[in-house]
């Protein structure tokens, strides 16, 4: 049944403009603001006009039901008093949400009318990112549980590990990250060049910042602790784990939120650079075999695995004395983080070869870290492994 609705603007409208649109007509003068007023058959006239709203910059006040008329209601009045069962009017739900807008410091409180979910998830899809996300964030606290009964190493390492990402990636480098591709990216939008160029300077800066605050928190934070393999796999897994957990997973589960919760409505509503990715994420996630799911898991085990290799690489520089150590895990981080996001994309279109590559290419690095992490296990340090002078100083 068609369904009268209100679109309220803060600026005035052209009536000619609005009358280009079918089914609405502009309301210029009333006691609550201009407005668009038009009866739909469906929702798809609605979001046209939020979508030309949008476009010409106009401020949206709310989207309502519009109200009924007088002689609307003095029929279903009449007709109740004859006896008669008045049509009543389908409304969509509302969901109230408070917005300041407007000149002069006016405040309006803005009712959006709640459309249908802007993105259909297969339930088989949505069940294994789940299960993907859930292993992302809980994994590294099973892991190192599992390791403080089987290791000389408790948890007091695997949060001192987990602190040294934070301030190296979350506090220090990621800021200074964001602010130099916002400076860039008038000059990154036409120029792949410049992009690929940016793309392997971030991966040697990623290297930088993580291998150098392993080397300071084993030169500080643990300037005490004895330089084992058990302190440096429990270090490396708190190092690892909490990206995972925190970043990695907080993004998956932002994102999952993002594509159930959106609306038509709200959809339309956005800037188009947000619409579009949001499109493309639900496409990454809705359009693909429901074991897509558990590539982030997959890559962030290998991730973590890697982590734990260089740790205890770098932890060599202090047992042995010797700081090759540290560039050798230097260097290898930087390929790993330059060759999975920056050179296979730059090779390969989008689709399921870059997939697979970059896929191979992870498992070769987890294979390759797995066999640092046991060879480093099997050569005993020498003597005195908790002083790092030749390596510290």
Not at 26 to 47: C, I, K, M, W, Y
Not at 184 to 190: K, R
Not at 313 to 339: C, I, K, N, P
């Amino acid at each position: 049944m068609p369904v009268s609705f209100e679109i309220r603007l803060a600026e005035e409208v052209d009536a000619a403009w609005a009358e280009q649109f079918p089914y609405w007509a502009a309301r210029a003068h009333s006691a609550d603001g201009p407005a668009l007023r038009g009866t739909v058959p469906n929702q798809e006239p609605v979001f046209a006009a939020l979508q030309q709203v949008r476009i010409r910059g106009l401020t949206l006040v709310s989207v309502l039901p519009a109200p009924r008329r007088r002689a609307e209601q003095r029929r279903g009045v009449s007709l109740r008093r004859a006896g008669a069962r008045p049509q009543r009017r389908v409304a969509q739900p509302l969901l109230q949400t408070a917005w300041s807008i407007g000149p002069r410091q006016r405040s309006v409180e803005r009712t959006v009318t709640t459309m249908e979910a802007a993105f259909s998830i297969p339930p088989l899809n949505l069940a294994v990112q789940l299960v993907g996300v859930g292993l992302m964030i809980v994994g590294p606290f099973v892991a190192a549980l599992v390791l403080t009964r089987r290791l000389s190493a408790g948890w007091r390492l695997f949060w001192l590990g987990a602190l040294v990402f934070v301030v190296s990636q979350l506090v220090l480098r990621l800021p200074l990250v964001g602010a130099l591709q916002a400076a860039l990216a008038p000059q990154l939008a036409g120029s792949p060049a410049l992009s690929f160029a940016l793309g392997a300077g971030l991966a040697l800066t990623a290297a930088l910042f993580e291998t150098g605050g392993r080397w300071v928190g084993y030169r500080f934070l643990l300037r005490h602790d004895p330089k084992t393999w058990d302190t440096g796999v429990m270090f490396g897994l708190g190092h690892g784990g909490i990206e995972s957990a925190l970043l990695i997973g907080g993004l998956a589960i932002a994102q999952l939120a993002a594509l159930l919760t959106t609306t038509e409505a709200q959809l339309a509503a956005m800037p188009a650079v947000q619409a579009d990715a949001l499109r493309a994420l639900a496409a990454g996630v809705a359009d693909v075999p429901a074991w897509f799911g558990l590539n982030g898991a997959y890559e962030r085990v290998m991730a973590v695995v890697f982590h734990v290799a260089m740790s205890v690489l770098v932890l060599q520089s202090f047992a042995r004395g010797e700081a090759r150590w540290t560039w050798y895990a230097l260097a290898l981080h930087t390929v790993m983080d330059f060759v999975t996001p920056v050179l296979i994309p730059a090779l390969l279109p989008a689709g399921t070869a870059r997939l697979v590559a970059q896929q191979a290419f992870l498992t070769l690095i987890g294979a390759l870290a797995l066999g640092i992490i046991v060879a480093l296990r099997s050569r005993r340090a020498p003597a005195g492994n908790g002083v790092a002078q030749r390596a510290g100083a």
